[in-house]
T-cell receptor, first 114, second 109 residues
Framework: DVKVTQSSRYLVKRTGEKVFLECVQD?????MFWYRQDPGLGLRLIYF???????EKGDIPEGYSVSREKKERFSLILESASTNQTSMYLC?????????????FGPGTRLTVL | GENVEQHPSTLSVQEGDSAVIKCTYS??????FPWYKQELGKRPQLIID?????GEKKDQRIAVTLNKTAKHFSLHITETQPEDSAVYFC????????FGAGTRLTVKP
C-alpha cells in the first residue's frame, strides 16, 4: 500500500518567512509532484520531479522552488511567503513503470500566510 | 500544454438518481484519464480511470466514457448514495497530469 506523507497538516507563517513543505513516499516512486488546491481552481501543478536531482516547472512555479536530494523526499520551498500563497498544498508520487499512470496523494498541508 | 475543463462546478441530486460530470481536454496526445474523489478534509483518491485505447470502463455504480475525437470524457454515477457526496476531479495525462477545477457533488437523502 502506497504511503505518501507530508510534514504538517496545518501551518501558519508570516509574510516574508521562508517555508519548507516536506513530502515523503515509501514506495520507491521515481516521480513526485507538488500541487496547490484552491476553491474553483482545482489542483494546479507547481513543480514536479522525474528522478533524484531533477526538477521541472509546472504551471505556476513563481514564488516556489523545490529540492529532491533523495528519491523518497520532495520538498517545496517558499523563499519569501506571501499572503497569496495561502492554500492547500498536495504532494503526489507515481511509479512511471506502472501500466496505470496513477498518482498517489499525501494528506495535504493547509498553509496560512499572515 | 494540456488544459482540462470540467462541468458542472456543483451538482445536487436526489439519492438514487444518476450524476454525470463532464470534462474536456486540449492535448490530443493525452492518453490517460483518471477520476479522483476527495471527501471533506481528505486526500484525493483514485476511483476510476481510462486509457485512450478504451471507450468505456465500468466499475459497479461508476463508469467513465471517453470520446477521443471530441476530446471529452465523462463520469457517470448511478444509484447515487449520500456517501457519494464529495468533490470529484477529472484529469488528463501524458506524463505529468493536469486537473479540472472540480465538481462538488451533493446527494440529498
Amino acid at each position: 500500500d502506497v504511503k505518501v506523507t507530508q510534514s504538517s497538516r496545518y501551518l501558519v507563517k508570516r509574510t516574508g518567512e521562508k517555508v519548507f513543505l516536506e513530502c515523503v513516499q515509501d514506495m520507491d516512486h521515481e516521480n513526485m509532484f507538488w500541487y496547490r488546491q484552491d476553491p474553483g481552481l482545482g489542483l494546479r501543478l507547481i513543480y514536479f520531479s522525474y528522478d533524484v536531482k531533477m526538477k521541472e516547472k509546472g504551471d505556476i512555479p513563481e514564488g516556489y522552488s523545490v529540492s529532491r536530494e533523495k528519491k523518497e523526499r520532495f520538498s517545496l520551498i517558499l523563499e519569501s511567503a506571501s499572503t497569496n500563497q495561502t492554500s492547500m498544498y498536495l504532494c503526489a508520487s507515481r511509479d512511471p513503470q506502472d501500466f496505470d499512470n496513477t498518482q498517489y496523494f499525501g494528506p495535504g498541508t493547509r498553509l496560512t500566510v499572515l | 500544454g494540456e488544459n482540462v475543463e470540467q462541468h458542472p462546478s456543483t451538482l445536487s441530486v436526489q439519492e438514487g438518481d444518476s450524476a454525470v460530470i463532464k470534462c474536456t481536454y486540449s492535448d490530443s496526445a493525452s492518453n490517460y484519464f483518471p477520476w479522483y474523489k476527495q471527501e471533506l478534509g481528505k486526500r484525493p483518491q483514485l476511483i476510476i480511470d481510462i486509457r485512450s485505447n478504451v471507450g468505456e470502463k465500468k466499475d459497479q455504480r461508476i463508469a467513465v466514457t471517453l470520446n477521443k475525437t471530441a476530446k471529452h470524457f465523462s463520469l457517470h454515477i448511478t444509484e447515487t448514495q449520500p456517501e457519494d457526496s464529495a468533490v470529484y476531479f477529472c484529469a488528463a495525462s501524458i506524463n505529468d497530469m493536469r486537473f479540472g477545477a472540480g465538481t462538488r457533488l451533493t446527494v440529498k437523502p
